[in-house]
Each structure stands twice: as C-alpha cells, then as structure tokens.
C-alpha cells in the first residue's frame, strides 16, 4: 500500500519520496526500442525528499522546490512531479488543482531515483488529495510514462526488477529489511545516457538475490566502470566505503554518482560516517536504513 504520513495541518497532506538504491544492476542486452533490458534489486532507504501538498480551488497545480538541493531543480512543466500531476489530472479527467511543496533533501541525477520518487510520490499523494481511485495496472502505466523507476517507487519496497522497469516482482531477502546503510555522493554529476553508452555491451548474467550472501558474492553494478571512467572519483568514494569496518556490502547505484554501503550494526554505520565526513567534508553523506515496507 501506498505510504501516508500524518497531516501537517488542515487539509495538507504529506508523502515521502524515498530514495531508490539498486543493490545489484545486470545490464543484460540493448532491446529494439533503444532500452536496455536490466535485471536489478531494488531497495528504499528511509531516507528522502518530502511532498506536501493542498487543495487550490483556482484548479491551478504551483509548484514549489525548498530545500539543500532546490537550486539544481526548475519548479517548471519538466520537473517530474508536475509532469506527474498533469497525467494523473489528465486520466481522472478531473479539473481540481493543487499547491506542492517539494522539499529536495537527495541530490539530483545521482542514481537513487530522486526524480523517479519524487514522480511517484506525487501520484500517490495527489490521489488522495483529489480522491480518486485508479486500478493499479492503470497506475503503473502511467507511472511508466514518467521513468522507467517510476513504477517501482510507487510502493517503495524492495523487489526485483527487470525489463525497462515494468516488471515487477516482490522480494523478501532475510535480514535485509532495517539494516543500517549509508549513502555517499561526490558532488559530481554524470549522465545517464552517457554511462550507459559507456557499457561494454558483455552480457555477464542473470541476477540471482535469493538471500544476502547470494547477492554479495555473484551480484554487480555492470555501470560501475562506464561510470568510474567518467567520473573517477566515484572509485574513490567506493575504495572509502570498502575499507570501513562492518561493511557488508558497498556498491554504487544505478548509473551513479551516488554509492552505498550496507553495514552489520548502526555502531559501524556511525563510525564510518563520521570517517567519512572528516576526510571529506564535500561529500553528501547519508545515514540511514533499508525501509522495510
């Protein structure tokens, strides 16, 4: 079900759009329609960008952007959530508006599905706001539309995803729900289409994450060296990730610039982040945990 916080006062309603991480990303194959065919885990940090929104009764949808990362967002018809709300306007056949407040707390194009969960986040709270009731393969198309995350960050839980992004398929891994994880940005930006034009095109295998061993041993990021190519630094980040004590796992997500870090306990966590930010006080650093529903 869709996630709902508690109102910030009469009549606003609030929606956290959780930052996506991909513990694992198979690039399998270029498909006909200019896509590549991905096999990736999906997990939700607890951590993200905040959407508030209100009623207008002028029909009107504003849209305002605060926040440690609003000046590299236009609050414009390309930002997602607007786009969002003007396709779910569009299907409903409504004619209501409404006022948002987004909040970035996640950096932009940094490979944790910011603009995807921003997306998502407004489908899921501008229906409640407007109350309208959609089927969910409905809602999925239309969350397709938007990115190929989209569908995915609607319920913001971990699963397995493959195609472009359509298909979904739940997934319980033992002990992976509430464990502590860290997430680090260099403050750099790389392109999407640039890392994955940088993708070698070698099919190295399905994806199998059965449980967390599985997914440590055989699982990858086949993006992390199109991507370290582009953007050195990103090495840097993961060599400083890997080296902390507790790590169970340290990888960089999607197409990057952002990496992550699984740890055995929240001690571990909190020591390493503290490393980290004394060594480099310019890195975005992250302390958070994987959302468990």
Not at 91 to 108: E, I, R, S, Y
Not at 213 to 229: F, I, T
Request: proline content about 5%; hydrophobic content about 45%; overall charge negative.
């Amino acid at each position: 079900m869709p996630h709902v916080e508690a109102e910030c006062r009469a009549g606003e309603l609030v929606e956290t759009a959780f930052a996506k991480v991909n513990l694992a990303l198979h690039v399998r194959k270029r498909r006909p329609d200019g896509y590549h065919a991905l096999e990736s885990l999906f997990v939700f940090a607890e951590a993200g960008d905040r959407l508030a929104g209100h009623v207008r009764l002028d029909g009107m949808i504003s849209l305002r952007v605060e926040g440690p990362f609003a000046q590299m967002l236009d609050a414009g018809p390309d930002n997602l959530v607007m786009k969002a709300a003007c396709a779910l306007r569009f299907h409903v056949g409504k004619d209501d508006g409404a006022a948002l407040v987004l909040t970035k707390n996640l950096p932009v194009a940094s490979g944790i599905g910011g603009g995807s969960a921003d997306a998502a986040a407004a489908l899921r709270l501008l229906m409640r706001l407007w109350d309208v009731s959609i089927v969910p393969e409905t809602l999925e198309q239309i969350a397709l539309s938007l990115g190929s995350d989209v569908p995915a960050c609607l319920s913001s839980v971990t699963q397995m995803v493959s195609g472009r992004g359509e298909v979904l398929q739940r997934q319980t891994i033992p002990g992976l729900a509430g464990m502590p994880m860290l997430l680090v940005n260099p403050g750099v930006g790389v392109s999407t289409a640039r890392i994955f034009g940088g993708w070698d095109q070698v099919d190295r295998g399905a994806l199998a994450a059965s449980d967390l061993r599985q997914l440590v041993e055989a699982g990858r990021n086949d993006l992390e060296p199109p991507a370290m190519a582009v953007a050195p630094v990103i090495g840097e980040v993961l060599s400083g990730l890997r080296s902390c004590e507790g790590v169970a796992m340290a990888r960089m997500s999607g197409s990057g610039a952002t990496c992550f870090a699984l740890f055995d306990t929240e001690r571990d966590l909190v020591a390493a982040a503290t490393s980290l930010r004394e060594g480099h006080p310019q890195w975005w650093i992250a302390e958070t945990r994987i959302r468990s529903a």
